[in-house]
């Protein structure tokens, strides 16, 4: 701890507004993960098995009852729709889906870019605090007495390099989050995509045979 403490009081100014970038970063990849595993999440395959046996049963208000049961996940909030709309025509099943889904799929990719965003400025911030502390260094050389000249120029090197390496240390923590959120984000999605366009063929051939039948 003496350790980091002593590198963070050498990088001077520059360190503290890499930590303000470094909170921002944290907050967003906290809030995405809780978000994207635990509120949005759900098990996909699991879930749309049991909601066609429920269609093919007739049994859609038992369908929108398994939507309610978790009301926070993406999946279900587009499903629901459709379901809601059961009884009506193609089309209309189609729009509802299609409402619900510009709805749900902004939420689930909201921030998770601005982590590239963040380790960007985390990056160019300690560069420039490396450019600034080199030309503090050697312009402070031109007028430092000889005893003092290796005190001030390793001084200078000391803020260069520190910054440089806590704007990667905040950086690259960023990088690797977003691109597993990126990809958590991605799935999530995929399966809104091919699960809503099932759920439609689904509930139209079921108002075709519905129709055929009567």
């Not at 759900?42 to 749309?48: D, G, K, R």
């Not at 809104?192 to 099932?198: F, L, P």
Request: glycine letters at 8%.
């Amino acid at each position: 701890m003496a350790t980091i403490a002593k590198a963070f009081k050498e990088g001077g100014g520059w360190m503290y507004i890499i930590l303000v970038v470094s909170i921002m970063g944290l907050g967003i990849i906290v809030e995405r993960f809780i978000f994207l595993f635990f509120k949005y999440n759900i098990n996909a395959t699991a879930f749309m098995a049991q909601i066609q046996k429920l269609v093919m049963a007739n049994n859609i208000d038992r369908a929108i009852k398994l939507c309610n049961a978790a009301p926070n996940a993406a999946l279900p909030k587009v499903i629901k729709a459709g379901l809601t709309r059961a009884n009506k025509g193609e089309t209309e099943i189609q729009n509802a889906v299609e409402e619900a889904m510009l709805e749900v799929i902004p939420h689930i990719q909201k921030r998770t870019p601005a982590l590239q965003g963040v380790a960007n400025v985390a990056t160019l911030l300690g560069l420039l605090g490396t450019i600034v502390g080199l030309i503090e260094a050697f312009a402070a050389l031109e007028f430092a007495r000889p005893d003092d000249r290796q005190k001030v120029l390793s001084r200078g090197i000391a803020l260069a390099m520190n910054t440089t390496a806590f704007g990667l240390i905040v950086a690259i923590p960023c990088i690797f989050a977003h691109m597993i959120l990126a990809g958590v984000s991605k799935r999530i999605i995929d399966e809104i995509d091919q699960y809503s366009v099932k759920l439609q063929n689904l509930l139209t051939s079921r108002g075709k045979g519905a129709g055929q039948a009567g």
